[in-house]
């Protein structure tokens, strides 16, 4: 008998196994709602305590109070932000891994995590067109993978250029870049040749005129390129960008956290043609590669400039880099900003191993198809009004005549009477509506209820 904290009480474990099958079995997931209005402040109140209390008894305040003031993002009615659909095999096996308690951080400590880890990585870099020997690590998410690009191109361009100030090294990017660009440049102290693109779309057209225009271009070491922006799909010039960085020098990093996934459709393969030109790239597998949140990849064309970068030096971490073949030496914690890690790469490599690509190829081009089909019956219903044509699985429409403080009661109705999530997006200014697509299960009779909430 050890420490009682560590015994594991089969009654418990019953009943949360229990609770898992039941929510998995759903079909479909109910939608159910954010806000905590149906528990009261004080619910909370007390909870932890000296002596512990009954795991049934907390389970159950989780079950029927808590759990319900989540919107389920896995619902096919859920079309707002991004969504996120975990395959079934995925939640599995991130019980698999969270039973386990495994460790994705070195070599040393989880090969097994790291080889599977590794060739989903590999998967993704070759359908992209990167070269042998392109890799990474999962990371949290988009925001933590553009930071800990960015900062490995950052320290290449610097290497480049050590003729310059170091903090006078800038990015080319995107007015429509995502805000986590941003945000990565001001933790990088790092400032944007920000661009205006016509139409939000950055072409190599864009970048060369900016260029010209700016009294220091070659402060610039890098562009960001997105495949996919959040608010609208739309996808850069890749091919443009990515062959100018290449003829340039400089470096091309693709935030394809979004749209990224398109690598599995057939629709929009000339769209994204130029992705095998990137330095560094990431796409969400918790957006569009229906893996549970929280997990990133974050690919690097030469897995070598990021390692000496982002390696963290200590004495009692030593050991993880004693190894001397490099194939036989992965460290996750190398690659990123980061060092303990969860496998969180697993779920999604157990997934597609064993659904096959064809069911993520047939997946992602049911979202794009529904979006595409969506825009056409937008044009039939007298009162709606498409924006733009359709990027990717993002359709952006317009009820007309309505203030952005009807879009916004109508969103919040919408999740009451439990029929949608969609909120509302800005677009030049004014506020619309926005779907974006990727539950594979979103029908045409979910949106007609959608648009008949939009009627009066
Ligand atoms: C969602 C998103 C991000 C941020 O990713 P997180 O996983 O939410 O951190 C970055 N870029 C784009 C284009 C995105 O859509």
């Keep these: 008998m050890g420490h009682p904290m560590f015994n594991y009480d089969p009654v418990l474990g019953d009943a949360i196994f229990e609770y898992c099958r039941e929510r998995l079995a759903m079909d479909p997931v109910p939608l159910d709602y954010g806000s905590l209005k149906s528990i009261p402040d004080t619910a909370l109140d007390g909870l932890i305590s000296l002596e512990g209390r009954d795991p049934k008894e907390i389970l159950s305040f989780f079950t029927d109070q808590l759990a319900h003031s989540v919107v389920s993002i896995d619902s096919p009615r859920f079309l707002a932000f991004i969504p996120n659909a975990p395959t079934k095999s995925s939640l599995l096996f991130d019980m698999v891994v969270a039973c386990s308690g495994l460790n994705g951080t070195s070599w040393l400590e989880s090969a097994g995590v790291v080889v599977a880890e590794n060739q989903a990585l590999e998967f993704l870099a070759d359908r992209i067109g ?123 990093h693709v935030d394809g956290a979004y749209g990224g996934a398109a690598m599995f459709s057939t629709s929009e393969t000339p769209l994204i043609r130029g992705l095998r030109h990137a330095d560094s790239f990431i796409v969400d597998p918790h957006k569009w590669l229906y893996a549970p949140l929280d997990c990133a990849a974050l690919i690097y064309r030469d897995p070598r400039l990021a390692r000496a970068v982002h390696t963290q030096q200590a004495g009692y971490l030593d050991i993880l880099h004693e190894g001397t073949d490099e194939s036989f030496d992965w460290n996750p914690s190398d690659f990123a900003i980061h060092l303990s890690r969860r ?59 309505w203030t952005p403080e009807q879009y916004n009661e109508w969103s919040h109705q919408l999740l009451r009477d439990q029929i949608a999530f969609v909120t509302p997006t800005k677009w030049e200014g004014e506020t619309i509506a926005r779907f974006a697509f990727l539950h594979p299960d979103t029908t045409d009779e979910m949106v007609d209820e959608i648009f008949a909430s939009m009627r009066d």
């Design 130 to 252: 990167l070269p042998k020997g392109a890799g990474g690590c999962f990371v949290s998410g988009g925001s933590i993978g553009n930071l800990s690009a960015l900062t490995v191109g950052r320290d290449v361009g610097r290497s480049r250029r050590p003729d310059l100030a170091p903090h006078t090294l800038r990015y080319a990017i995107s007015a429509d870049a995502h805000s986590s660009v941003g945000s990565a440049l001001h933790i990088l102290g790092m400032e944007a040749l920000l661009i205006e693109p016509d139409d939000h779309r950055l072409t190599i057209e864009n970048v060369r005129a900016a260029l010209a225009a700016d009294p220091h271009p070659e402060t610039v070491i890098g562009i960001v390129a997105t495949c996919g922006t959040t608010n609208a799909g739309i996808v850069d010039d890749l091919e443009g960008l990515g062959t100018y960085c290449r003829e340039n020098d400089l470096w091309f």
């Design 343 to 401: 496998a969180r790469g697993l779920p999604f490599w157990f997934s597609l191993v064993t659904e096959g690509v064809r069911n993520y190829e047939t997946a992602v081009q049911t979202a794009i198809d529904m979006a595409h089909h969506t825009a056409q019956r937008i044009e039939d219903v007298d009162y709606l009004e498409l924006v733009r044509p359709v990027s990717l699985s993002v359709v952006l429409f317009r009820r007309k005549g």
